[in-house]
């Protein structure tokens, strides 16, 4: 099969400073992919490229064996994206942030939906305002699985979270997202709190200042 995610000598700058110094990397369907690099290292530029977010200097990336920038609504429509800081329309109530992100989907589980509000112990009139950080992760989260994208692309799923929480909310997101048809359900995480990822990940990349350090299977690396 081919990947779904297919990047080739990627390079990205930030006027004179080069962010990523021809990154590569291939991520099979089913998998779940762990980018694993400290603060800074490139990750989340990595993603915006990914998104058509960031146009790369030089390389190549594919998302399901297409060019985002040329093929960006066919992209995205297959696809959840969860960044490292989530907004919503502040006079929006749990139940209207759902219902709005719905609007926009072919596919919406309602019954994932019920089950992760009760999990994550939220309630639909809940105004999105007063939510903190780590409950609009939730709810972005939740909005992201009940689509049930081909891919999932998450960049720092657990920042804002109590740490004592962590490692069972990631368990609950992943899980529910590939419960249905796992097969053809990718994960793409990206962080650098690599234990908190211990039995989830298929397979890793670390990257350092732009540039892959190493990229194993998860089994070989234990």
Known sequence: MNPVIEIRDLVHRYGRSEALHGLSLSVEPGRCYGFFGRNGAGKTTTIKCLLNLLRPASGTVRVFGLDPAR???EVKSR???VPDFVAFYPWMSVREALDYQASFRTRW????EVLLLRQFRLEPNQPTSGLSKGQRTQLALIGAICAEP???VLDEPTAGLDPLVRREFIQTVIGAYQSGDADKRTVFVSTHLISEFEGLIDEFTIIEEGRELLTMNADDAR
């Open 150 to 152: 081909e891919l999932l």
């Open 79 to 81: 696809l959840a994206y």
């Open 71 to 73: 093929h960006e609504a």
């Open 109 to 112: 589980n309602r019954d994932t």
